[in-house]
């Protein structure tokens, strides 16, 4: 007698374990579930197997071959399309020339099939349904019999008001060839819901035989969970593999467990596995084949799959870990918890309750995990990256999310506050935008939404209007695909870490102030900001010198907000301007490319004679400078240039720049008489360092410029009309300043550190060099007479910069390779 395993199913209620793999692929006990089935079926007598397949399909064939490996013949029956329980038997149909038992391949079940087919023979049915008395049927298909046994009627999926019976369709069918008669072909047809109340109303002999032994559909993961301990406590005859070392305890060939490791059972520990000294198994702990389980690890109540690490002091409860994932040492997975296959833990992060992570995903170190990672590429270590919360739109970075954190930041403020936002021109910004409003309002902050601005006039807006804050939403640079949500205190500048790491703590907690339904904050638009700002910036520069000039100007907006601004601005300045890309389009903004859009700028100052020329990037904040001889200047050069104007015009400058600038600057600095601040090398530190009150210019080495007497923040705006001023008042032409840029010879290597090892490497740097002349601002930068090299590790990857210069581009290279070498050294 031929029996049909029902193996097509997707199991979306067991994902992530079936994201990748087929639902009867899943291990129970260390083996597929397909697999227990199978051997039933042999214990029983079927040994002539047929297998409905659909996802995934040649994972099970290549698992289970042509069944001889184990003592069966197996022909599999592939679905093209999705077709139900019977559609996919029909499917088979050529393979079934007589009477045929059907099963899943997704259950745990050892019930005696021998006797549900001699029930069947003894009854004459032409089908034969095995049944099993559940406590809630609520969940199932409900078969009511009569005293003979003879099916009454079925109830698919009642409510308690119709529980009649409590014997429930195990999905078990003995079936003679008739049945095939009421299964239409080439359509999607299921057995319960069609072609057994069908058979019935027609009035075909159809038996229910309610079974003795132990069925569980492993429909979910709490019920996969509940199987494996249900197996571990002998409720259901199943074989384990391995050596049984002691009451409830299998251990599987080839594993090692260290004298100075406690087992508590019951518990399977799989071929090949490793459990070092100190580590706790504790009940019901299941691990596959070559896991290593490392020091002071502690398990309880969870299954894990083959190929899985688990480092030092790492702790699980209640959760599966999907094969071949890597648990760094320290963290922790809790009640719920799922990891698909191939997930990395990093070091101390935390996995809380119920969170699913989807295969191949990367939890950082020190991250908290409250939500599932579904698409998104990690889970970052902490909400705040270098930009604010930056993520790919509607990925990482979704409405639910910025609602979530526009709550946290908003309940950090009073009730009643006000927080002026804007946006770039892109979609997923404005998408973005309208979710953090949502959160705002929910936690009784006010909005005034500038819609479209850059970020300086929401900068300029916070301060002028008396706003508690900010939140501007934009495109991640040289990224369109990424979002990121910034945040500004009431001084317009982006908040500090103190800051961020109090939004973070109330995120992560979801401790959100919500409240009353008539407290929640309105939404305003305020008018003429774009005037205003104007009006401050004129005020600022010295506006007769500029016009007297008569600039010719080449201008590229890059299809950014500063369209909407520079035209304002240029109005009061007198310039002759040839405007390019002077429109917002996210279409445009999405396919920027910098330098293709510096050299046509480049092109154009040539052939119209311009004095200047200038791509400002889309958030208005930095800007990319063209010489009048139509020559693209680098970022360094353009602030050489920037600084060297400041000195030469304004009486007793100080000014701030970043560590790693070359020496060069310095020596402008110094040969002006000029107090020189260092800065770290982020931008925020730069405008931090630019509103102390005695900085009169500051820079940063990618484009940004600040003139804190305007506003102590980057504004490309702002830092183009002061060029102009400066070009009129000193007479100069930019490519004379240009051609005045002495050479300077910088080299930047990478080192991968890991996180745990990058104070290290700080401080054996500083006790290595400690009589050497160090300037300790941002990471560890050793002065010498012909140059310097600067170390600093990246504060989002686990890597380690060097950037080094000396009198030569090779002496440069080599010092920043020697520098590499050394920390290279110090990690192994």
Same mark, same amino acid.
Not at 389 to 402: F, H, I, S
Not at 682 to 695: C, D, I, L
């Given at each position: 007698?031929k029996?049909?395993?029902m193996?097509?199913g997707e199991? =979306?209620?067991?994902?992530?374990? =079936?994201?990748?793999?087929p639902?009867?692929?899943i291990p129970?006990?260390?083996?597929?579930m397909m697999?227990?089935?199978v051997?039933l079926?042999?214990?029983?007598?079927?040994?002539?197997i047929v297998?409905?397949?659909?996802f995934?399909?040649?994972t099970?064939?290549?698992?289970?071959?042509?069944?001889?490996?184990?003592?069966v013949?197996?022909v599999y029956?592939?679905?093209e399309?999705p077709?139900g329980t019977a559609?996919?038997?029909?499917?088979?149909?050529d393979e079934?020339d007589?009477?045929f038992?059907?099963?899943s391949?997704?259950?745990l079940?050892?019930i005696?099939?021998?006797e549900?087919?001699?029930f069947?023979?003894?009854?004459?049915?032409?089908?034969?349904i095995g049944?099993k008395s559940?406590?809630?049927?609520?969940?199932?298909g409900?078969?009511?019999?009569r005293?003979?046994?003879s099916i009454?009627?079925?109830?698919?999926?009642?409510t308690?008001g119709?529980v009649f019976s409590?014997t429930i369709?195990?999905?078990?069918?003995v079936?003679?060839?008739?049945v095939?008669d009421?299964?239409?072909p080439?359509?999607?047809?299921?057995?319960?819901?069609e072609?057994?109340p069908?058979?019935?109303?027609a009035?075909?002999?159809?038996?229910?035989y309610?079974?003795?032994?132990?069925w569980?559909?492993v429909?979910?993961l709490e019920?996969y969970?509940?199987?494996?301990?249900?197996?571990?406590d002998?409720k259901v005859e199943?074989?384990v593999?391995?050596?049984r070392?002691s009451?409830?305890v299998?251990?599987?060939?080839?594993?090692?467990?260290?004298?100075?490791?406690?087992?508590?059972?019951p518990?399977i520990?799989g071929d090949?596995c490793r459990v070092?000294a100190?580590?706790?198994?504790?009940?019901?702990s299941?691990?596959?084949a070559?896991?290593r389980?490392?020091r002071?690890?502690?398990?309880?109540?969870?299954?894990?799959?083959d190929?899985?690490?688990?480092?030092d002091?790492?702790?699980?409860?209640g959760c599966?870990?999907?094969?071949?994932?890597?648990?760094?040492?320290?963290s922790?997975?809790e009640e719920g918890?799922?990891?698909?296959?191939e997930?990395?833990?990093?070091?101390?992060?935390?996995?809380n309750?119920?969170v699913?992570?989807?295969p191949?995903?990367?939890?950082?170190t020190?991250?908290?995990?409250?939500?599932?990672?579904?698409?998104?590429s990690r889970?970052?270590?902490?909400l705040?990256?270098r930009?604010?919360?930056a993520?790919?739109a509607?990925?990482?970075?979704?409405?639910e999310?910025?609602a979530?954190?526009a709550?946290?930041?908003?309940?950090t403020?009073?009730?009643g506050?006000t927080i002026?936002?804007?946006?770039?021109a892109?979609?997923?910004?404005?998408?973005v935008?309208?979710a953090?409003?949502?959160g705002?309002?929910?936690a009784?902050?006010n909005v005034?939404?500038?819609?479209?601005?850059?970020v300086?006039?929401?900068?300029?807006?916070v301060?002028?209007?008396?706003?508690?804050?900010?939140?501007t939403?934009?495109?991640v640079?040289n990224?369109?695909?990424?979002?990121?949500?910034?945040?500004?205190?009431?001084?317009?500048l982006d908040i500090?870490?103190?800051?961020?790491r109090?939004i973070?703590r109330?995120?992560?907690r979801?401790?959100?102030?919500?409240v009353l339904?008539?407290?929640?904050?309105?939404?305003?638009?305020?008018?003429?900001?774009?005037?205003?700002?104007?009006?401050a910036?004129?005020?600022?520069?010295?506006?007769?010198?500029?016009?007297?000039?008569r600039?010719?100007v080449v201008?590229?907006?890059s299809y950014?907000a500063t369209?909407?601004?520079m035209?304002?601005?240029l109005?009061?300045?007198?310039?002759?301007?040839?405007?390019?890309?002077?429109?917002a389009?996210?279409?445009?903004?999405?396919?920027?490319d910098?330098?293709?859009?510096?050299?046509a700028v480049?092109?154009?100052?040539?052939a119209?004679g311009?004095?200047?020329?200038a791509?400002?990037?889309p958030?208005g904040?930095?800007l990319?400078?063209?010489?009048?001889?139509g020559?693209v200047l680098?970022?360094?050069?353009s602030?050489y240039i920037m600084?060297?104007?400041v000195l030469a015009t304004q009486?007793?400058?100080?000014?701030?720049l970043?560590?790693?600038?070359?020496?060069?600057f310095?020596s402008l600095?110094?040969d002006?008489?000029?107090?020189?601040?260092?800065?770290?090398?982020?931008?925020s530190?730069v405008a931090?360092?630019a509103?102390?009150?005695?900085?009169?210019?500051?820079g940063?080495?990618?484009?940004g410029?600040?003139?804190?007497r305007?506003m102590p923040?980057?504004?490309?705006?702002m830092a183009?009309?002061?060029l102009l001023?400066?070009?009129?008042?000193?007479g100069l032409r930019?490519?004379?300043?240009a051609?005045?840029?002495p050479?300077f010879?910088v080299a930047?290597?990478?080192?991968v550190?890991?996180?745990?090892?990058k104070g290290m490497?700080m401080?054996?740097?500083?006790?290595?060099?400690?009589d050497?002349d160090?300037?300790?601002?941002?990471?560890?930068?050793?002065v010498?007479?012909d140059g310097?090299a600067l170390?600093?590790p990246?504060p989002?990857?686990?890597?380690?910069h060097?950037?080094?210069?000396?009198?030569?581009?090779?002496?440069?290279?080599t010092?920043?390779q020697?520098m590499?070498?050394r920390?290279?050294?110090?990690l192994r």
């Amino acid at each position: 007698m031929k029996a049909v395993i029902m193996a097509g199913g997707e199991g =979306t209620r067991l994902r992530p374990l =079936t994201s990748n793999q087929p639902k009867p692929m899943i291990p129970l006990a260390n083996k597929p579930m397909m697999e227990h089935i199978v051997k039933l079926l042999r214990d029983h007598g079927f040994t002539d197997i047929v297998v409905t397949v659909a996802f995934l399909a040649n994972t099970i064939r290549t698992y289970f071959g042509d069944g001889s490996e184990f003592g069966v013949r197996m022909v599999y029956a592939t679905e093209e399309t999705p077709l139900g329980t019977a559609g996919s038997v029909r499917n088979a149909m050529d393979e079934l020339d007589e009477r045929f038992l059907v099963i899943s391949g997704d259950v745990l079940t050892d019930i005696d099939l021998s006797e549900v087919v001699r029930f069947h023979e003894e009854r004459g049915a032409m089908a034969t349904i095995g049944l099993k008395s559940m406590e809630n049927p609520l969940e199932f298909g409900i078969v009511i019999t009569r005293e003979d046994g003879s099916i009454e009627r079925f109830l698919e999926k009642p409510t308690w008001g119709q529980v009649f019976s409590d014997t429930i369709n195990t999905g078990i069918y003995v079936l003679e060839q008739e049945v095939f008669d009421y299964i239409p072909p080439d359509r999607p047809v299921d057995f319960s819901g069609e072609v057994f109340p069908a058979m019935l109303e027609a009035g075909c002999p159809m038996y229910g035989y309610v079974a003795e032994g132990y069925w569980e559909d492993v429909g979910n993961l709490e019920a996969y969970l509940k199987s494996h301990r249900d197996v571990l406590d002998g409720k259901v005859e199943l074989e384990v593999d391995g050596f049984r070392m002691s009451e409830g305890v299998w251990l599987g060939e080839g594993a090692e467990v260290d004298p100075g490791a406690r087992i508590d059972g019951p518990a399977i520990i799989g071929d090949n596995c490793r459990v070092s000294a100190g580590a706790h198994l504790a009940a019901y702990s299941v691990i596959g084949a070559n896991v290593r389980v490392g020091r002071e690890a502690y398990l309880e109540r969870c299954v894990v799959h083959d190929h899985v690490y688990l480092g030092d002091a790492v702790r699980l409860r209640g959760c599966i870990l999907g094969r071949s994932s890597d648990l760094r040492r320290g963290s922790r997975c809790e009640e719920g918890v799922v990891l698909g296959d191939e997930c990395f833990v990093g070091e101390h992060a935390v996995v809380n309750p119920g969170v699913k992570i989807y295969p191949f995903k990367t939890v950082e170190t020190g991250a908290v995990i409250n939500s599932s990672i579904v698409w998104e590429s990690r889970g970052a270590r902490s909400l705040f990256g270098r930009l604010g919360v930056a993520g790919l739109a509607n990925v990482d970075v979704t409405p639910e999310l910025a609602a979530r954190v526009a709550m946290a930041y908003a309940s950090t403020l009073k009730k009643g506050s006000t927080i002026t936002t804007s946006r770039d021109a892109s979609r997923a910004a404005r998408a973005v935008k309208r979710a953090v409003m949502v959160g705002l309002n929910a936690a009784g902050v006010n909005v005034d939404d500038l819609e479209l601005a850059t970020v300086p006039v929401n900068r300029f807006q916070v301060r002028t209007a008396r706003s508690q804050g900010g939140v501007t939403v934009r495109l991640v640079p040289n990224d369109p695909q990424s979002v990121v949500i910034r945040f500004l205190d009431a001084n317009g500048l982006d908040i500090d870490e103190a800051s961020q790491r109090k939004i973070e703590r109330l995120y992560y907690r979801e401790d959100y102030r919500r409240v009353l339904a008539s407290e929640m904050g309105d939404i305003g638009f305020p008018p003429r900001a774009l005037e205003y700002y104007t009006a401050a910036l004129v005020e600022s520069v010295d506006l007769e010198a500029i016009r007297g000039a008569r600039f010719k100007v080449v201008l590229d907006y890059s299809y950014g907000a500063t369209s909407f601004v520079m035209p304002n601005v240029l109005s009061k300045l007198g310039a002759d301007v040839l405007a390019v890309n002077p429109y917002a389009s996210t279409a445009g903004a999405l396919s920027f490319d910098l330098k293709r859009h510096s050299e046509a700028v480049a092109d154009l100052v040539r052939a119209s004679g311009a004095h200047v020329g200038a791509v400002l990037d889309p958030d208005g904040e930095r800007l990319v400078l063209i010489d009048d001889a139509g020559r693209v200047l680098s970022d360094d050069e353009s602030l050489y240039i920037m600084l060297g104007l400041v000195l030469a015009t304004q009486a007793e400058p100080s000014v701030a720049l970043p560590a790693a600038v070359p020496r060069c600057f310095e020596s402008l600095v110094r040969d002006a008489g000029a107090e020189l601040t260092w800065t770290k090398l982020s931008g925020s530190h730069v405008a931090e360092v630019a509103q102390s009150g005695t900085v009169t210019f500051a820079g940063s080495q990618d484009g940004g410029f600040v003139f804190p007497r305007f506003m102590p923040a980057f504004d490309a705006v702002m830092a183009l009309a002061n060029l102009l001023a400066m070009l009129a008042t000193t007479g100069l032409r930019l490519s004379k300043l240009a051609a005045g840029v002495p050479r300077f010879h910088v080299a930047h290597e990478t080192v991968v550190t890991p996180w745990e090892q990058k104070g290290m490497v700080m401080r054996t740097l500083v006790e290595d060099h400690k009589d050497s002349d160090l300037l300790l601002v941002d990471g560890v930068k050793i002065v010498t007479d012909d140059g310097w090299a600067l170390v600093l590790p990246d504060p989002e990857d686990p890597v380690t910069h060097v950037w080094a210069e000396a009198d030569s581009a090779r002496e440069a290279s080599t010092r920043a390779q020697e520098m590499s070498r050394r920390i290279r050294q110090m990690l192994r």
